[in-house]
């Protein structure tokens, strides 16, 4: 039984989130031999504020002006 962790920072609408769902299951069947039926697939919404690069939060990162 696959199971897929994914984790996007939010904003993602549910048609995405489909889609992301369906592509992964695909490769899985295509690559991996694995029944869709068996395979699952999580999608994580993570907070601007929780997700950190560069040092910063994204949410703060995204306020800086770009260059």
């Not at 897929?4 to 989130?17: F, W």
């Amino acid at each position: 039984m696959p199971f897929v962790s994914v984790r996007i920072l939010e904003g993602a609408t549910p048609e995405q989130k489909s889609e992301v769902i369906a592509g992964i299951t695909d490769v899985m069947v295509k690559v991996l031999g694995k029944n869709p039926e068996t395979t699952h697939i999580v999608i994580e919404d993570v907070p601007l504020e929780n997700w950190g690069h560069k040092g910063k939060s994204v949410a703060e990162l995204r306020k800086q002006p770009k260059a």
